[in-house]
């Protein structure tokens, strides 16, 4: 039986987040370079593109550079960046076709020129799709994210745009690239390790957290709908009793 059929679809995660992690250790598992894992990361982007949009999911951010990730030997991230770029390029089509809108979270400034040309191109293209957003992370780190929303707000005042007392988490939110995107009330994990890895840091602050062992180029469907009925058996309580929450 299929994880699908036991969804329920009145309970559904309007957002959904993944770290797509474990590329490098699946190509070695199969005695392969990193470059090889990548390249099989991509059809696992589809797969989850295709699921969490047939499911009637709204939002779906995948975590594909980080900001550290630049730290990464220089013929990684030329891989990667490429990778990227050809990606886009080749999927846009089938954005639209499937009526899926592209945004991109991040410091996008600092992405090649070729590689940010493309992807504005493609948000562009795709802006009036409606059926399900798909957000690249790229060049992200949440604490880079928050700390340019810092500036921004100090700027802000220092123009008398706004005042100080009218700083709150709802304004602070707009200053994220994030804004206008819900927070993610699911976050998957792939490859095993337990950890955030300055994804979303702010956004999460009550997500449900969920961890499969399995390497990203491994990810199908079905691995999204079992991340699914998983978070749907959660009682999500937001400081509350649990008395509280099934009084409702
Ligand atoms: C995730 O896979 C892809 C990126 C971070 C770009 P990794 O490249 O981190 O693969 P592992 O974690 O080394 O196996
Ligand atoms: C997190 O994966 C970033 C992305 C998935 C893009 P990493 O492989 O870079 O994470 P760490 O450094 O092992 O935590
Ligand atoms: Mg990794």
Known sequence: MSFKESI???????????????????????GKNRA??????????????????????????????????????????????????NTINKETKTLNKNNIRLLAIGNIDSLPDNCKKELQEAIKNT?????????????????????????????????NKININEINQDMFSEYLTTKDIPDPELLIRTSGEFRISNFLLWQIAYSELYFTPKFWPDFRKEDLYEAIVNYQSRERRFGKTSEQIKQK
């Open 8 to 30: 329920d679809y009145s309970n559904l995660p309007k957002h959904v987040a993944v770290i797509m992690d474990g590329n490098g250790r699946w190509a070695k598992q199969k």
């Open 36 to 85: 090889f894992g990548h390249h099989n990361g991509v059809l696992s982007v589809r797969e989850a593109t295709e699921a969490a949009a047939e499911l009637g999911i709204k939002f779906l951010t995948l975590y594909a550079f980080s900001t550290e990730n630049w730290n990464r030997p220089k013929f990684e991230v030329d891989i990667l960046m490429k990778l990227l770029v």
């Open 127 to 159: 802006s009036n799709n409606t059926r399900m957003t798909l957000v690249l992370a790229l060049s992200y780190s949440s604490k880079w994210e928050i700390i340019n929303a810092v500036k921004l707000i100090a700027a802000d005042v220092h123009k």
